[in-house]
């Protein structure tokens, strides 16, 4: 019944990203945290869309 919905994979509707080039910043804080909070929305377009 969901293969109606999802295709044969599930991932059928999924888009592979643009890629947009990219920027350097330089920040004073520990990469970690930079990394952490840009990660933390990442998923968002795709699971909420």
Same mark, same amino acid.
């Given at each position: 019944? /969901?293969?109606?919905? /999802? =295709?044969?994979? =599930? #991932? *059928?509707?999924?888009? @592979? !990203?643009? *890629?947009? =080039?990219?920027? &350097?910043?330089?920040? &004073?804080? %520990?990469?970690?945290? #930079? @990394?952490? %909070? $840009?990660? *933390? &929305? $990442?998923?968002? !377009?795709? @699971?909420? !869309?």
């Amino acid at each position: 019944r /969901w293969s109606k919905l /999802w =295709g044969k994979t =599930g #991932a *059928d509707h999924l888009r @592979v !990203p643009e *890629d947009y =080039g990219s920027i &350097a910043f330089d920040l &004073a804080t %520990n990469w970690k945290l #930079a @990394v952490e %909070n $840009y990660l *933390d &929305a $990442y998923h968002l !377009p795709t @699971v909420h !869309p």
